[in-house]
């Protein structure tokens, strides 16, 4: 069977694959599938071998705790989160583990590091060991179809990060407008070269940009690729693109930035060129996170309560584990302007 028969006959297959559908592709009796799912030595090595291929094309999911209890309500979720090493994650994930502890949930943390190959083993490890529900921020890379398939029967909420294709909820706070209130802002203090700053290609990026390009079209201004600089959500992604911007022949004098992460690379950039944030250059950041107010200059940014989204996903992906229904829901937070003095008063 090729790959397109087999991702076909999946899709058409109502509800969970089982070890019947295994032993069915496998050629193999479903005694057999058992046997290589209790790692019996009493199967031959070419026979594991082929019916591991079966799980892996099928997408089976051996729920190791359904396994030990089975009909017992599993207490734990897992929480699948794409960098931890932006503190708006953690933020996020405080707000999640806050939540489940008020819901008498445990939580499984995963870092999936923006890797989607990663991001696949931990979500099969947490279905093998009985996962109520999923939180999942998806990794840069990730494909709607895999995860259909690895979290086929099973609540999923994702935080901040949409991905068309994908069965499952939303919690993310409104980018578009959040980015085009930060524009505008900086539009009204007499800037009109502003650049856009960070972000891989993804959907919560291509808001925020839309954002942008709203507020300027709304100032009869151009939209000019040449200020749009693609990098890594990093404080080095926005530390390298400062002298490039600069270096431009008429090059702006303020920046949104698409999170703090990379607003906070971007103020040492122009700190180390000479430069004061807020006084010779603009810079608005994306997220509100707890190191922003205690940059010097304080970072003005666009506020999205990454605790109050972790709890309020969390909330939804128990109501659904609880009512027993997947139906896939859309909440919409707020994004409000927060000003402090990296942005300036007027023009630089």
Do not use: W
Request: hydrophobic share 45%; with cysteine; charged share 20%.
């Amino acid at each position: 069977m090729s790959d397109a028969d087999v991702s076909m006959t999946a899709a058409k297959r109502p509800g969970r694959v089982t070890i019947v559908d295994v032993a069915r592709h496998a050629g193999v009796s479903k005694s057999t599938v058992s046997l290589v799912l209790t790692g019996s030595p009493l199967v031959a090595e070419e026979t594991r071998n082929r019916v591991s291929r079966a799980m892996s094309d099928l997408g089976y999911i051996y729920h190791r705790g359904a396994a030990v209890l089975r009909g017992a309500q599993s207490s734990i979720i897992g929480m699948v989160i794409n960098d931890l090493s932006n503190p708006f994650f953690h933020e996020l994930a405080i707000g999640i583990e806050r939540a489940c502890q008020s819901g008498s949930y445990v939580t499984f943390i995963a870092n999936t590091g923006e890797n989607s190959a990663r991001q696949t083993q931990v979500i099969r490890s947490m279905r093998e060991h009985g996962a109520a529900g999923l939180v999942i921020c998806p990794a840069l890379g990730s494909s709607a179809a895999e995860l259909n398939a690895l979290t086929e029967g099973v609540p999923v909420v994702l935080a901040m990060r949409r991905l068309p294709g994908l069965r499952a909820s939303i919690v993310a706070p409104e980018n578009r407008l959040g980015a085009r209130k930060a524009t505008a802002h900086l539009i009204g203090l007499g800037h009109r070269r502003v650049a856009f700053i960070g972000g891989m290609p993804m959907v919560v990026r291509d808001e925020r940009l839309s954002g942008y390009a709203d507020a300027l079209g709304e100032a009869g201004l151009p939209f000019d690729p040449a200020l749009v600089a693609d990098v890594l959500p990093t404080r080095a992604g926005g530390a390298s693109a400062v002298p490039g911007l600069l270096g431009l022949a008429d090059p702006p004098t303020a920046a949104l930035c698409f999170n703090d992460v990379v607003a906070i690379g971007v103020i040492r950039a122009l700190t180390a060129l000479g430069r004061t944030a807020g006084r010779d250059f603009a810079v608005i950041g994306f997220d509100d996170i707890e190191d922003a107010r205690h940059m010097v200059p304080a970072l003005t940014s666009v506020a999205v309560e990454g605790q109050s989204l972790g709890e309020r996903a969390a909330h939804l992906l128990m109501r659904q584990i609880a009512s027993g229904t997947i139906l896939a829901e859309t909440q919409l937070g707020p994004a409000d302007l927060v000003i402090r003095a990296s942005c300036g008063t007027s023009a630089a």
